[in-house]
Every structure is written in C-alpha cells, then in structure tokens.
C-alpha cells in the first residue's frame, strides 16, 4: 500500500534509535468522558468477576480471571485468539490465571476501558492504536494511513520484537502493551460509493478519537468526525454521518452493512490493536507475569491467521448475503493526497523516525 519510495525519503539521515523512555506526562487520559457503568464500576483489579456474563471465557477458569475489554462481538476473531491465549494461560500457570472477555463495550468505550485499565479497576483489553495516541502521541506513527503494506508486512512486524523499545513507552501511562494485533485494512462506507476524493467533498465520516485520524480523513477529502465504535450504527441511520471506515470483519459483525452497504476498497489504514494490562496487575503476577507476556506474544500469530482464514468468507457472505456492494478503487490520488500527513507524523522526533524505520524495514 505505501509508496515507498517517496515516503521514506523523508527520512533523513538521524539516528534510527528510539530515545524517549516514555510518554511524557503521567496523567495522560484517553478520554475525558466518565469511566464506563456496566460491568467496571467500583471493581478491584483483583480479576475475580462478580458480574454473571455470557460465555465468554475460555474453557478453564483459574483462580484468578483478568477482565478483558473488548469493544466487539466474541465471534470477533480476535475475541477468540484472546479465548485460546486464556485456556494456555491457565495450563502455563497450573490455573492460576485464565482470562475473561467483556464484549461490545460492556465494559466502555475503548478510550473509557483504557482509563480503567490506567488505573488497574479493569485489568486487560483490546485498544487500537488511535486510543492509545491520545496519551502517546508518539503513536501516531503506528496509526498512520498507508504505512503498511499487507497483511503479512503487519503480522512480520509485530511477531518481531522490532517495536518492543517503541511500545513500551506506554508503562508510564499504567499500561504496557504484551500483543498486538489487526482486523486487516479499512475501507470507506456509506450509502454511496466512493471512487476518488471527491466523492468524499462535504462528507461526515467517523474515525477513530485521535488528531491523526481526523487529518487522515481530511487528506482522504472528507470531514473526519470522531466517535466511539458503539454510536456509529445509529449515527448513520440517523443521518447525522454519512458513513465510516472500518475492515470487513467489523463492517459485518457490527451489521453496519444495514446502514450503509456501499463499501469502497480505499484501504488507507491497517489499524494495530494493542493488547494491554494494567501495570498494576503485571506487577501483581510474579513470575507468571513473564508467562503472561510470552503467550500474548505468541498470540499475534494466531490472530493474524485466524483473520486471514476468515477474510474472503467475510467478504463473500457481505456481498452474496448481506446486500453489500463492494466497490474497487484506484487508491493512487487517496494514497497521494496522505503522504504530506505520512511525512510530518514520521519526522516528528527520533521515536518517530524510528519506529517508521522499523516499519518499513519490515515490509516485504
Ligand atoms: C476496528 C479495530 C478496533 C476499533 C474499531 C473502530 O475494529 O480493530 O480496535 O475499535 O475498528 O473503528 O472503533
């Protein structure tokens, strides 16, 4: 997807090495909303649950459950990779941890159960990058459109360790990032199709909450308008967007398609989803913390392959059964008309330079 040629001219000589030890200020909040109702409030993170959920845990329980805030269905493919990492967990820790997931924002918004995660009342989640950019700006980088390639440049980089330096700027936010996954490109939809730029002139699109993605979705020609996953459906239903950008699998699983089934193949972003915990619980794990952190990462190989299986079906049933229509693009003037966007994230300071190193190093 990335023009690299172009792209990585910008970066100048300068020291491909990350240099920042952290985020920056320590207070940093992803949202100023209040923290979520259902499900989190008043809990200690001692990860036993009270509440009686579905099920959505994997099948052993251990002594201790860690609360998982998951923003989408459990079908998500990423749910079960996160399920399948549990049942490993408890094997590894002689069931002392398994894993539980909070689906379809029961447990907040992603920015509201990353403050929670913040402050150790939930103990784990799945956060997109652009979240995270809110307290990291340096994030921005990793979020950008067009920067990665495939599917198979993201699942190479963050099976590598080649990021690990960048993701763990985080820790002084509460957090640290153990995994890292993606749900594959986004494409633009709406209830028209979108060929060039200026079909998007005018237009309301959701992004994810952060600076970068509204600006991507300036240069894409459109107003970036940004929003929690959980308002898009009826924002669009009630006119007050005229479309949003997602991958497939959430496009479907989101039943999105019913308000919007003109689905445009702009990808312009590839979306890395942050598996996080709280400092507090890592912290609180002993050595079982060190398993924990070696299973998440062997789970990014998982995740990606179950996307991977299941893309074409996605696209085939949306298509076939759901009434969508799926339109080519050529992303050439959308690719351009980012660069300029690509160019100032990457060159912010050495972190930034950095990690665009790694990512293009990464690319196939
Ligand atoms: C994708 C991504 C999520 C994100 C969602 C969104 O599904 O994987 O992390 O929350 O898009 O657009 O909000």
């Known amino acids: 997807m990335l023009n690299k040629k172009s792209a990585v001219a910008l970066l100048l000589a300068g020291a491909m090495v990350f240099t920042m030890v952290g985020c920056g200020n320590k207070d940093n909040k992803a949202t100023t909303a209040a923290p979520a109702s259902e499900g989190a409030s008043g809990e200690a993170a001692t990860g036993e649950t009270t509440t009686g959920a579905a099920s959505n845990a994997g099948e052993k329980k251990g002594a201790t459950v860690l609360k998982y805030a998951f ?23 002689d069931g002392r941890y398994s894993i539980e997931v909070y689906p379809s924002e029961q447990l907040g918004s992603q920015a509201e159960s990353l403050e929670l995660i913040q402050a150790g009342t939930v103990e784990m989640g799945m956060v997109s990058n652009s979240i995270i950019e809110a307290v990291c700006p340096d994030f921005a980088i990793t979020g950008a459109p067009y920067v990665y390639e495939s599917d198979a440049h993201q699942k190479k980089l963050f099976e590598s360790d080649a990021l690990d330096e960048f993701f763990a700027m985080t820790k002084d936010q509460g957090f640290e990032i153990i995994g890292v996954y993606s749900l594959g490109a986004r494409n633009v939809y709406s209830t028209f199709p979108v060929k060039t730029p200026a079909d998007l002139s005018g237009k309301k699109i959701r992004v994810m909450q952060s600076d970068t993605m509204i600006k991507m979705m300036e240069a894409l020609g459109g107003i970036g308008t940004p929003m929690a996953q959980g308002e898009v459906y009826t924002a669009i239903q009630a006119g007050t967007l005229d479309g949003a950008e997602n991958n497939i699998i959430t496009y479907t699983d989101l039943a999105q ?27 609180s794990m002993g050595d079982d913390a060190d398993v924990l952190r070696r299973l998440a990462k062997e789970s990014v190989t998982d995740a990606f392959e179950r996307c991977e299986s299941l893309r074409d079906g996605y696209f085939e049933k949306a298509t076939k059964e759901l009434g969508v229509t799926v339109t080519e693009v050529d992303i050439k003037p959308f690719q351009e008309a ?18 665009y190193s790694a990512i293009t190093g990464a690319a196939k």
Request: negative net charge; glycine residues 0%.
């Open 71 to 93: 923003n989408q269905t459990l079908e998500n493919p990423e749910a079960q990779a996160v399920l399948a990492l549990s049942d490993k967990l408890y094997d590894e820790t």
């Open 257 to 283: 398609y019913e308000v919007a089934s003109e689905y445009s193949l702009t990808n312009h972003l590839m979306i890395p989803d942050m598996m996080v915990i709280s400092n507090t619980v890592l912290d």
């Open 338 to 355: 980012c660069m300029e966007l690509i160019s100032e994230i990457a060159d912010r300071n050495d972190n930034t330079k950095a990690a």
